[in-house]
């Protein structure tokens, strides 16, 4: 089984910067696809960020131009660098990956929507931004 560990969460101001890192052990049974998704108190899961194997990317709308999904496939890693966060970036970020049979990153990129699935999930890192 893929273990994902995420860290880089805390608190800010608005306008503020934070960088999450995500790295992954265990099994190798995963695809290299790689995102982060969100959930705020009361809101359901919405994904944020998503990076395939070759670097193609999607972004939520909301987070077009602040934040940058990264990746380094050698340390089996995901960074997402958030940069002017808003109040509304507050919540639990999770980093979400697929095994190596999924098709969940692929309907992604295809259908130009997100979908929450994917097989492997860590345990979340909190991001609270502060007006």
């Known amino acids: 089984r893929v273990h994902l560990e995420e860290s880089g969460g805390g608190s800010v101001q608005t306008g503020g910067s934070l960088r999450l890192s995500c790295v992954a052990s265990g099994d190798t049974d995963m695809s290299y696809c790689m995102g982060w998704f969100r959930q705020a108190p009361g809101k359901e899961r919405e994904g944020v960020a998503l990076i395939d194997k070759n670097g193609s990317t999607k972004y939520d709308e909301s987070v077009k131009g602040r934040f940058t999904i990264s990746h380094d496939n050698g340390k089996n890693s995901v960074y997402l660098q958030m940069i002017d966060l808003k109040p509304e970036d507050t919540g639990t970020y999770y980093c979400?990956?697929?095994?190596?049979?999924?098709?969940?990153?692929?309907?992604?990129?295809?259908?130009?929507?997100?979908?929450?699935?994917?097989?492997?999930w860590g345990q979340g890192t909190q991001v609270n931004v502060s007006s």
């Open positions: 979400v990956t697929e095994s190596q049979k999924s098709t969940w990153c692929g309907k992604i990129f295809a259908l130009g929507q997100w979908i929450d699935g994917g097989d492997y």
